[in-house]
Structure formats: structure tokens, C-alpha cells
């Protein structure tokens, strides 16, 4: 069965129910390989795609943090009609748009990124703004 496992050039290890090659191929190139074959399943990437993985696991992770922030502040506001927290969501609006822009960047699409970089900066400037008039 040994003879059968694909090698390809490079280090990278990567797996498919458990069967084990090595390869510094992208994704892609696996998964097109293992449906030519009839395999079926996620591949799982280690080494440098699976620490970029992590990373915008971890982005993601605090995208939903900040977007839970905003979206609990803005309840809050339009329910109770107390507007004095706003300066808050706007600050974590600025933050996430931070780590989308990072996302973004992470997942190779720079004028995207450098777009929501734009927008952090423009909206945090407007939050200071807010803190410091209010």
C-alpha cells in the first residue's frame, strides 16, 4: 500500500483519512489529486499553510468578539435610547474593521485590505473625535 501513497516535492505533510504524503503543494493541488482518486474528506495542511490557517482562525475568532461588542452596544442604545455608549461601538467598529482588513491581507487580497486599513483608520479618527467633543 506504501507503494501507492503519492510523493511530491517539498516537506509539508499533509493528510486524508489517514492516509499520509508528503507534498509543498497548495490545498487546491491536494484536493483536486484526492477527487481524481475517488478520495473523498478534508485535507488537513501542516506547516506553513497550517499556521496561516490558525492565524486567520484566530482573526476570526476576534471578528465575532468585536461584532458581538457593537451589535450588544447598538441594542443597547436603540432599546434604552441612552446614546452615551456610542463612542464605544464606534472604537470597536474601528477594531474590527482592523482585523478584517488583517484577514484580508492573510488571505492575499490586498486591496481589500488596504480598504478596510482605510476605513479602521477613518473611523477611529472619528471615534476620537467623538471622545474628545462628547
Known sequence: MSDKIPTFKGNGLTENRGMSY???CSTELVSN????????GQVIVY?????REEEVALLKVLHIIFSIF????AAYSLIYQNFE???YMIVFLALMMLIVGLK???EE????GWTYIGVFIFVLLVSIQGFLLG
Do not use: H, M, P
Not at 489529486?33 to 473523498?40: A, H, I, L, Q, S
Open 104 to 106: 484580508e491581507f492573510k
Open 33 to 40: 489529486w484526492t477527487n481524481r482518486y475517488g478520495f473523498t
Open 47 to 51: 506547516g506553513r499553510d497550517r499556521k
Open 70 to 73: 457593537v451589535l450588544a452596544i
Open 85 to 87: 455608549f456610542q463612542n
Open 22 to 24: 508528503k507534498s509543498n
Open 109 to 112: 487580497r490586498k486591496l481589500a
